[in-house]
């Protein structure tokens, strides 16, 4: 059974605060992503990582960095946390495609306040 | 336009009913096609794949018709369990080498199933 965990699941932040949201997969995924998903706008994909130390700007990667520095784990940061990243973050993994692994598996989700 | 658009509903149907979604993509070479669940307050999980051809899963049947670039999903003899937003999701066509994996979400239909 795949498994995605995110490091909180509630969390609570002031502005101009650096936060680190973690990701971890036990199912030997190549990709990783991260998306926020906000009312009315749906899921927007932030980053991915297609390999260790690989990364590719999403559609919103304003304010946002990432590190892959292990193939289990996939971080997000928040280098500056402003009122208006306070939203829900989920991870997701998958298998590379061509070895029918366009499925991707969602953790839990992080709700984000910013102060 | 929105790369995947979906009725966000929401949809209030007794248990029993059949309820039709329609979702629409603008890209007319995205690769592939989903439905995913979403239950209030849980993380996505993949219904089913969209296959050109139709597909059933029990109640659920899928369509895809690539020349009005739409995608639905019907439900039959709704249960209460039915009860979650459903998000229309699309594989969009490779742009380049790091774009495996990459899925584009719509914003999800809310359907509520009551007795």
């Known amino acids: 059974d795949v498994k995605v965990t995110q490091s909180s699941r509630y969390l609570v932040k002031r502005t101009g605060e650096k936060v680190f949201l973690e990701c971890v997969q036990d199912?030997?995924?190549?990709?990783m992503f991260w998306y926020r998903q906000d009312p009315g706008l749906g899921l927007r994909l932030i980053y991915f990582?297609?390999?260790?130390?690989?990364?590719e700007k999403g559609d919103i990667p304003e304010g946002y960095s990432v590190s892959r520095e292990k193939k289990e784990r996939f971080s997000l940061i928040l280098e500056s946390a402003s009122t208006n990243q306070t939203s829900m973050y989920l991870c997701?993994?998958?298998?590379?495609?061509?070895?029918?692994?366009?499925?991707?598996?969602f953790g839990p989700g992080t709700r984000l306040l910013v102060l | 336009r929105k790369e995947v658009e979906q009725d966000p509903g929401p949809f209030n149907v007794p248990e029993g009913a059949t309820v039709a979604f329609n979702c629409t993509y603008s890209?007319?070479?995205?690769?592939?096609f989903f439905w995913y669940r979403q239950d209030c307050r849980k993380e996505p999980k993949l219904l089913m794949s969209v296959y050109s051809s139709g597909n059933e899963d029990g109640r659920f049947t899928a369509q895809l018709n690539r020349a009005s670039q739409y995608i639905s999903l019907l439900i039959r003899d709704s249960k209460l369990s039915d009860s979650a937003t459903y998000l229309c999701v699309v594989k969009p066509a490779n742009a380049g080498g790091t774009s495996y994996g990459k899925l584009t979400f719509g914003q999800g239909t809310i359907l509520t199933v009551h007795p």
């Open positions: 990582s297609y390999d260790v130390k690989m990364k």
């Open positions: 199912m030997d995924h190549e990709n």
């Open positions: 997701a993994s998958s298998l590379v495609l061509g070895t029918g692994g366009e499925t991707q598996y």
């Open positions: 890209n007319s070479a995205s690769q592939s």
